[in-house]
């Protein structure tokens, strides 16, 4: 099923996306900025100290010869900061299409390339500097874990002959309130099929679903199609599939959904169409995809049931979708190479926080 996608705009933190800060030691070459090392050490600089300093970038570095000594005992130290604010990036084209403030000399010396693009320096920028964030700790999950929702998310153990389609996959999810209206004509057992489903996703506090009489209030509308009802609210669904659903979306970000049923082809129990109906709900909660690694209970499982149900896993799937502690609306390679660099950096003492700006 084709998809509305616009263009995709991210802030880039050094290597990673949505990182707002990180460990500020570099464990490389066991240096460290003589500002945080003052924070964290008790020894005196010597002389010796001083003759290796190193300057680079208008800071200096201080030599240590056991820096993993160093950060274990500094995180034990509760107002010892092993934090610093991270220089932010966006790809130019994008600035350039954003932002009428003029590149300046300092910008183009600032410029750093990612993946063929070639990326501002944002975080001196007033308009970066203004906006309100919330910086939330990094979430860590198992690989098993992280197996199954990479692959709901981004296909990324699904067979496809075009290995380039997983790494243009991207994380998307409902950002605004959804507000769903039912239809005239639907049945009363499908508007109860998803009433009961929407109460099960209560715990989830960044997925807020209501219902609206109003059809210019909503921006989900779940219809019903048969004899007796003839109304299309979504001239992309033009099949004539027994369920079928279209999402628009604008940066990843989810902002309408329509959801069919065609009973004019189909004399199937509406039980079992109840449940399909239910499926194809969540999946439009996130545009997530099924996958063979979960049971074929589970709503996400791709095994063909007419029984499903969500179980605790497909619910901890959710949950941690929209969480604030994952970096959002990312490729499957950034989306790992953040994964990376958090365990990274929480395996030396270090703590990672992803900040979101919206």
């Known amino acids: 099923m084709k998809k509305n996608m616009l263009l995709w705009f991210v802030f880039i933190s050094l290597n990673s996306l949505g990182q707002k800060k990180i ?20 020894e005196k600089l010597t002389k010796k100290d001083s003759a290796n300093f190193k300057f680079i970038k208008g800071d200096t570095l201080v030599f240590v010869k056991n820096l993993k000594k160093l950060i274990r005992k500094s995180s034990r130290n509760k107002n010892a900061s092993l934090m610093h604010a991270s220089r932010a990036y966006m790809p130019l084209h994008q600035y350039k299409k954003r932002h009428s403030e003029i590149i300046t000399k300092q910008d183009s010396l600032n410029f750093r390339l990612k993946d063929k693009d070639t990326l501002i ?27 199954v929702y990479t ?27 959804i507000k769903i209206y039912f239809a005239p004509g639907l049945h009363s057992y499908y508007k109860k099929a998803i009433q009961q489903e929407v109460k099960k996703l209560s715990s989830i506090d960044s997925l807020q679903i209501l219902y609206t009489k ?19 609210y979504s001239k992309e669904i ?13 940066n990843g ?25 239910i499926q ?10 099924t996958t063979s690694t979960l049971p074929c209970k589970s709503i996400f499982s791709s095994c063909t049931s007419d029984s499903k149900q969500l179980t605790k896993q497909d619910l901890e799937l959710l949950k941690y979708h929209y969480s604030y502690g994952i970096c959002k609306f990312t490729d499957l390679k950034t989306f790992e190479e953040n994964h990376a660099k958090a365990k990274e950096v929480l395996k030396n003492g270090g703590q990672m926080l992803f900040t979101h700006l919206d």
């Open 121 to 147: 320096l944002i975080s001196n920028k007033k308009f970066y500097q203004n906006k309100q964030g919330v910086s939330i700790p990094y979430e860590p999950k198992g690989d098993e874990f992280l197996k």
């Open 238 to 250: 033009k099949g004539n599939n027994a369920l079928d659903y279209y999402l628009f979306w604008n």
């Open 151 to 177: 692959d709901i998310v981004y296909k990324k153990y699904q067979n496809t002959n075009n290995t380039n389609q997983k790494t243009r996959e991207y994380m998307r999810l409902w950002k605004k309130l």
């Open 280 to 289: 194809y709900f969540y999946q439009t909660l996130g545009r997530f995809f």
């Open 23 to 42: 460990h500020p030691l570099e464990t490389e070459n066991n240096y460290v900025k003589l500002s945080i090392y003052k924070k964290i050490s008790s």
């Open 214 to 232: 109003n059809i210019k209030e909503s921006n989900y509308i779940i219809y019903q199609i048969n004899d007796e009802n003839s109304t299309r």
């Open 253 to 277: 970000r989810i902002y309408d959904a329509k959801l069919a049923i065609n009973l004019k082809n189909t004399d199937e129990d509406k039980k079992i169409i109840g449940n399909h109906l």
